[in-house]
Structure formats: structure tokens, C-alpha cells
């Protein structure tokens, strides 16, 4: 019985692909060479006629990817990117690279940030344990989209992940950093400068716990500076003023005790030294 049945579903599945082929054939092969596959409806249909070689056949389909979105006498070809890479998600959802290189297609060649962004979610989607995912998307919005917001919120997620590396922490301490939450960066950084028994961790981290104490000090010194201005129609002769003046209780230091670099003419404040140059 069972026989009869697999015998059924092989000439269905044959009758299906000879259809298949029948239209395809019928479309013009140089607007898409070697494209046939993109109109396979879905992955699905190919688990039925690959007899078990899915992992293989998702393999083979992945090589082919590569060539076809790098030939650049097919203009169109990106329009089927999210589709190639489903089928191929849909053949082997554990295959991790064709994600990643999807990914980067889709954001270098395609410029197309949304789409990296779905085949990115899809992998995680399929793959919840590989902070891979995650941490790729939150480096595209970061470093291509400036969008830290975004970028806080997939390293956040990566990091939540078992085996995530300790560099999430950072990445995710300097994207909050750029979004103005001082207090929420410094807590981060002096956790990790506090618990990293490497040296150049420790390092990076101070000059960052430098950076972001600098950055709360500065922006307490211009509100006072601005009150100031406000009321004297000019700025202080000296930062000391603002106390004296009773708009600050005290100017602060760096965190290594040195005085910020003040110019009356201005109003501008800074560090005496670049923190990456202490």
C-alpha cells in the first residue's frame, strides 16, 4: 500500500515539475540565464523531488546564488533576492551562510537595507540560538544607517543570546553612548572595565568611561554656560565664574583630574586630550 502511494505522489510530483518546466521554457533564458529556479513557487515544492538531498540541493542552489547576483547582465536579478533565499531557508532552514551572504548582497550590491534586514530576521527566525544574526544586523544599522536606535536593539537581543562573545557589550555600550544616554553607557562600560581581565579591554573601556564622563561634564558646563549667557548677554571670563555666579556648584575635571579646555570668545568646552590619546 505504502508503495502504491509513494508510486502516486512521484508521478504527481513529476507532473507538477513537467508543468513547471513547460512554462519556464517558454521565457526568454537570456533576460534571466540560468534562472530557472526563481520560479519555483517555493522550497517546499523541492523537498518532494530531491528525495531526502534537500541540505545538498540547498547546497547547490546557494553556489548558483553567488554567480547569478554577481552577473551584471541581468539588471533585475535583485528583485528575486529574498525569493532565492528563501527556497534555499525553506531546503536547509540550518544552513547559516546563505543568510549572511544574503544579507550582504542585498546590503553592498542590492542597497537594499530592508531586504538584508528580513533574510537577516528569517535566520534568526529559523536559527534562535545564533547571535550571529543579530549582531550582523545591528552592525549594518550602526555603521551603514547610523541608526543607533536599531542597532541597540539587535545587540541587546544577540546578547541575550547563550554564547554570545563579550564584544556585544561594547558595541552595545557605544550605541547607547550616540544615543545621548550617558548614565546607561557609563554603567555599561564600568561593568566591563571592571569585570575583563584583558588589558586591552580594560583600556578601551577607560577611555570610554573617559569619553562619556566628558560628555555628561560638557553638557552640565553648557547648560550652566547658557543661564549665563542668558542673564549676562556673554560668556564668563573663566569657568569659575559659574560658580561665583551660583549656576553650578562646581566645575568638574576629567576623569583623570585635568580641567576641560574652555574658550570664553565661544562658549566651546573639551577635553584637554583625545580619549583614544591618553
Given at each position: 500500500?505504502?508503495?502504491?502511494?509513494?508510486?502516486?505522489?512521484?508521478?504527481?510530483?513529476?507532473?507538477?515539475?513537467?508543468?513547471?518546466?513547460?512554462?519556464?521554457?517558454?521565457?526568454?533564458?537570456?533576460?534571466?540565464?540560468?534562472?530557472?529556479?526563481?520560479?519555483?513557487?517555493?522550497?517546499?515544492?523541492?523537498?518532494?523531488?530531491?528525495?531526502?538531498?534537500?541540505?545538498?540541493?540547498?547546497?547547490?542552489?546557494?553556489?548558483?546564488?553567488?554567480?547569478?547576483?554577481?552577473?551584471?547582465?541581468?539588471?533585475?536579478?535583485?528583485?528575486?533576492?529574498?525569493?532565492?533565499?528563501?527556497?534555499?531557508?525553506?531546503?536547509?532552514?540550518?544552513?547559516?551562510?546563505?543568510?549572511?551572504?544574503?544579507?550582504?548582497?542585498?546590503?553592498?550590491?542590492?542597497?537594499?537595507?530592508?531586504?538584508?534586514?528580513?533574510?537577516?530576521?528569517?535566520?534568526?527566525?529559523?536559527?534562535?540560538?545564533?547571535?550571529?544574526?543579530?549582531?550582523?544586523?545591528?552592525?549594518?544599522?550602526?555603521?551603514?544607517?547610523?541608526?543607533?536606535?536599531?542597532?541597540?536593539?539587535?545587540?541587546?537581543?544577540?546578547?541575550?543570546i547563550e554564547g554570545s562573545p563579550p564584544i556585544l557589550k561594547r558595541l552595545y555600550a557605544n550605541a547607547v553612548y550616540e544615543l545621548g544616554d550617558y548614565h546607561t553607557a557609563w554603567e555599561n562600560w564600568l561593568e566591563i572595565y571592571n569585570s575583563s581581565d584583558d588589558e586591552r579591554v580594560k583600556k578601551i573601556a577607560s577611555n570610554h568611561l573617559y569619553r562619556t564622563k566628558a560628555a555628561m561634564d560638557i553638557q552640565k558646563i553648557k547648560e550652566a554656560l547658557k543661564e549665563y549667557q542668558s542673564k549676562?548677554?556673554?560668556?564668563?571670563?573663566?569657568?569659575?565664574?559659574?560658580?561665583?555666579?551660583?549656576?553650578?556648584?562646581?566645575?568638574?575635571?576629567?576623569?583623570?583630574?585635568?580641567?576641560?579646555?574652555?574658550?570664553?570668545?565661544?562658549?566651546?568646552?573639551?577635553?584637554?586630550?583625545?580619549?583614544?590619546?591618553?
Amino acid at each position: 500500500m505504502q508503495k502504491k502511494v509513494l508510486a502516486v505522489l512521484l508521478i504527481i510530483s513529476c507532473g507538477m515539475f513537467m508543468g513547471l518546466k513547460v512554462t519556464i521554457d517558454k521565457i526568454p533564458r537570456k533576460t534571466v540565464p540560468g534562472a530557472s529556479i526563481i520560479y519555483i513557487p517555493s522550497g517546499k515544492y523541492l523537498k518532494y523531488a530531491c528525495f531526502g538531498h534537500s541540505s545538498l540541493l540547498a547546497d547547490l542552489i546557494y553556489i548558483w546564488a553567488i554567480q547569478y547576483f554577481s552577473n551584471y547582465s541581468v539588471p533585475e536579478r535583485f528583485q528575486y533576492l529574498t525569493h532565492v533565499f528563501s527556497i534555499i531557508s525553506e531546503l536547509d532552514s540550518g544552513y547559516l551562510d546563505p543568510y549572511q551572504i544574503g544579507a550582504l548582497i542585498a546590503i553592498y550590491d542590492a542597497r537594499d537595507f530592508d531586504t538584508a534586514m528580513d533574510i537577516l530576521e528569517s535566520g534568526l527566525k529559523k536559527n534562535p540560538e545564533q547571535w550571529i544574526f543579530p549582531w550582523q544586523a545591528g552592525h549594518y544599522a550602526q555603521m551603514l544607517l547610523k541608526d543607533f536606535e536599531l542597532a541597540k536593539k539587535y545587540y541587546q537581543t544577540a546578547m541575550e543570546i547563550e554564547g554570545s562573545p563579550p564584544i556585544l557589550k561594547r558595541l552595545y555600550a557605544n550605541a547607547v553612548y550616540e544615543l545621548g544616554d550617558y548614565h546607561t553607557a557609563w554603567e555599561n562600560w564600568l561593568e566591563i572595565y571592571n569585570s575583563s581581565d584583558d588589558e586591552r579591554v580594560k583600556k578601551i573601556a577607560s577611555n570610554h568611561l573617559y569619553r562619556t564622563k566628558a560628555a555628561m561634564d560638557i553638557q552640565k558646563i553648557k547648560e550652566a554656560l547658557k543661564e549665563y549667557q542668558s542673564k549676562f548677554n556673554r560668556f564668563p571670563e573663566k569657568l569659575t565664574d559659574l560658580v561665583t555666579s551660583g549656576f553650578i556648584e562646581s566645575v568638574p575635571q576629567d576623569l583623570d583630574g585635568q580641567d576641560y579646555v574652555y574658550e570664553s570668545d565661544t562658549g566651546e568646552v573639551k577635553t584637554a586630550v583625545i580619549p583614544w590619546k591618553r
